[in-house]
Every structure is written in C-alpha cells, then in structure tokens.
C-alpha cells in the first residue's frame, strides 16, 4: 500500500471523525423514521397499486404522463451506484466519478404528487466507497440520507412519499465526505408532477412535448507543478489533492452531463419549431444561471417549485445550489441554439454549454437580415 493511499486513508478517517457531530442525529433520526415508515405501510401503501419504471440516461427521461392517471401509487425505481473512471474535456482530464447508475448526473426520475417513491439503491462490491441517497424531495431522516447508508455489497429500499411538486435534487451524503461525493458527480434529480400537470398558475394548463434534463457539475481537479491535470489510481488516492481544490471553492470545470462536450456538436439536443420543450436543470452544489441564447424561457420555475406560478418570457434564470430548477420554451425559429450557464466565464471556459438543435422554417417576421454585414 502506497504512502499516500494511508494518507488518504488516514484523511477519510478524520474527516469521517469530524462529522461525528453528525453521526448520533443520523442513528437517532434513523430509527424514528423507520417506526413512522412502518406505520404509514401497515394503513396505506400495501394495497396501493406499483409501477415498475426502467431509469434511462440524462439528458433523456423515462416516459411518462403528464396528468396522473387514477390514484397515488408506488413507483419503484433501481439504481446502482458505479465508481467509474471518467473522462470530463477534450484534453483526456480523467476522473474517478462516483455516480447513480453510472452516469453524471444520475437519472431523472419523474412521479405525481402523492405517489410513494419506492427505491432499490444497490453498491455493489466492486466498488470501493459507502454511499447513500438524500432526496430533497422527501421528508426526514436527511432525506432519506440516514436510512440508505450502503457499503460495497449491501443493497437498501428506501420509500417515500412526494408530498411536494417540483423539480428537486438528490445526491450522496455519506457522513464526513458529502462535498466529496457530490462533486465526484453524485448527484440527479426527480420530477414530481402535480396530478392535474403543470399550469401557469392562472388556469391555463401547461404540457410539454419534450423533456430534457441538464445536470450541471462543478468538478475539482487537481494540477501537478507544470499545471497539468493530474491522474491517480483511485478516487481514494486523489481524495486529499482534491480536497485541497475543493477548499478553494474554485473549479477546475464546470459542464454539464459529466463532460465539456457532452451535449454540444454531435450530442446537441433536438427539437423542431413549435415543440415544448421543458428542460429541467439541477445543481447539487453551487449557483448557475440558465440561458437560451436566442430564445427565453417561457414560462420559469427558477427555484422548480410547481406550487408557485412560473414566471413569464424570462431572459436569464437563477438556480441556486442545491436546486433544480424547470423552463419551459416553445421553439419558434431554427438554428442551433446555445444553452448555457451565463456566466459566460464558466460556460466558454470551464464547460457549462449545451446546444439545441431546432428544425423548421425560419420566421422573417420574428428576424430578419436588413443588410448583411459588408463594407460601406
Ligand atoms: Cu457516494
């Protein structure tokens, strides 16, 4: 065993150490919340109806409806934890990504208000790390952080119900190494829907042809004296560099979906002119600010919240870290379009862009070349 991997072994064991403050609230909390999650099971969940749904890769998400047909039910959801190896640029930077179903972010996943979110979360022994889920769409136990601790080999089932619409995070947080997981890309959200869908908040119902989901992630990568990204063996080898990068709160990149380039060229995401495209986008750790560059965000849950009504023709929107957040867009010219993090730092140099690629018929009325740039 290397020096440094005792190091880092060393470190991960103090900071597990530091966050005992933490550890009595998650016993604690843990056995109060399986007694309330009994309880609710004995009366109602048993006989509720459960839905199986296969989780697919972001930006993609697993079909759905928009209004909820018939009652709450239960809808189970899998997802295993893989600590990967990555690659984040164009210039090969590797990274040993921890993440929910082994991409960055995880999957989507979409419910209706009320439902009982049913999840089989597997880390599988080939992995190295314990790790957990905290959704912020549920309601005690940290989320459901203190009830779903796994260490390699061990499988939990975690069920709650969604009592609140909106788009909502969850990521990693095991005890003393939470910023850690998260920026390793351990992080993803869930949709819930209101049963009746999405509405403007005046009456006027709102549904979408298309749902995209953008997870953007701050990663953390630690240089070597000539200023070169840095590779190791392990994640546990690269913990205490990347510690020391994480503490000056300044990434190395900002992208979204795991990679510079993930979304963009190739990859763009598609739509055609007069789709309605809801594209949700979630930060599990830092601030963003969310920009169509020609379009706008028709209608915007900012803060995703489906409870407050959206707000209107929005140029650039604020998401904090720590949200996800929802815009809605009827395309109406096409061309490729620029979505980026308006920070613009951030989005041309760190990697926070994505692009849309819209078909159709270009509208001279919304736009049109009166003279084409030309000498005089
Ligand atoms: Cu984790």
Redesign the pocket.
């Known amino acids: 065993m290397s020096e440094q991997f005792q190091m880092t072994r060393r470190s991960m064991l103090a900071g597990a150490a530091i966050a005992g403050a933490l550890t009595p609230l998650v016993g604690a909390v843990s056995a109060h919340a399986e007694e309330a999650v009994a309880k609710t099971a004995a009366v109602d969940v048993a006989s509720l109806p459960r839905v199986k749904v296969d989780l697919v890769k972001p930006p993609f998400v697993h079909a759905h409806t928009q209004k909820a047909e018939g009652g709450p039910k239960v809808i189970e959801f899998t997802m295993t ?1 893989e600590e990967k190896k990555i690659v984040i640029d164009e210039q090969g930077t590797e990274l040993h990504a ?1 993440t929910f179903n082994g991409s960055v972010p995880g999957p989507l996943m979409v419910v209706h208000q009320d439902d009982y979110v049913e999840l089989t979360l597997i880390n599988p022994n080939t992995n190295t ?4 889920i905290d959704f912020h769409s549920a309601t005690g136990a940290l989320g459901g952080g203190a009830l779903t601790v796994v260490n390699p080999g061990e499988t939990t089932v975690l069920r709650f119900r969604a009592t609140k619409a909106g788009v909502f995070v969850y990521h ?1 947080a ?1 005890p003393g ?1 939470v910023p850690w ?1 998260v920026t390793s890309g ?1 992080n993803g959200a869930i949709m819930v829907l209101p049963r009746e869908g999405l509405s403007d908040g005046k009456g006027k119902s709102i549904t979408y042809d298309k749902v995209y989901y953008v997870g953007e992630q701050d990663f953390y990568v630690p240089r070597d004296e000539n200023g070169n990204f840095k590779k190791y063996e392990s994640a546990g080898d690269a913990y205490s560099d990347t510690l020391e990068v994480m503490r000056t709160l300044t990434p190395s990149h900002i992208v979204f979906n795991g990679a510079v380039g993930a979304l963009t060229g190739d990859n763009a995401l598609k739509a055609a002119v007069g789709e309605r495209v809801l594209i949700v986008h979630s930060q599990a750790n830092r601030d963003t600010r969310p920009h169509l560059i020609g379009g706008h965000g028709d209608y915007v849950w900012a803060t995703g919240k489906f409870r407050n009504p959206p707000e209107a023709d929005q140029e650039t929107w604020f998401i904090p870290g720590g949200t996800a957040g929802a815009a809605f867009y009827t395309f109406e010219q096409p061309g490729i379009y620029a979505y980026v993090n308006h920070n613009l730092i951030e989005a041309f140099e760190l990697g926070a862009a994505a692009h849309f690629a819209v078909t159709g018929d270009w509208n001279d009325d919304l736009m049109t070349s009166v003279r084409a740039p030309s000498g005089t």
């Open positions: 934890i921890m790390l314990q790790h957990n990693c095991p190494m997981h351990m």
